[in-house]
């Protein structure tokens, strides 16, 4: 299969920090742009983060502007979301995925993006 596999969640108290992991399979991340999304019980699907393709210029949403940072390791075929100030908020399933083409991440939605991972859960709680 085509997708990504996630690592790195769980139970962290409020201000505590936590870096995930997305791990491509069975293709090359250098030809996408990818995306973090996350969905807590009852809500939307939300992107917060993605990584563009072709300059690796990383995209926030306001409420983690300062707190998360996006990164590629190309070499490693792995994108990182390093998260840090954590609040309660912030508790959901994490998920990563990927957008072909020359698309801009930050302008698309989540049905536009493919190959997606199982999810890893993130609980901010004290």
């Known amino acids: 299969q085509l997708q990504f596999v996630e690592s790195g969640g769980g139970l962290v108290q409020p201000g505590g920090s936590l870096t995930l992991s997305c791990a491509a399979s069975?293709?090359?991340?250098?030809?996408?742009?990818v995306a973090w999304f996350r969905q807590a019980p009852g809500e939307e699907r939300e992107r917060v983060s993605c990584?563009?393709?072709?300059?690796?210029?990383?995209y926030y949403i306001e409420s983690v502007k300062g707190r998360f940072t996006i990164s590629r390791a190309n070499t490693q075929n792995t994108v990182y979301l390093q998260m840090n100030n954590l609040k309660p908020e912030d508790t959901a399933v994490y998920y990563c995925?990927?957008?072909?083409?020359?698309?801009?991440?930050?302008?698309?939605?989540?049905?536009?993006?493919?190959?997606w991972g199982q999810g890893t859960q993130v609980t901010v709680s004290s």
């Open positions: 995925a990927a957008l072909s083409g020359f698309r801009m991440c930050q302008m698309s939605r989540p049905e536009d993006f493919e190959n």
């Open positions: 069975g293709f090359t991340l250098e030809n996408y742009a």
């Open positions: 990584i563009s393709r072709s300059t690796g210029t990383g």
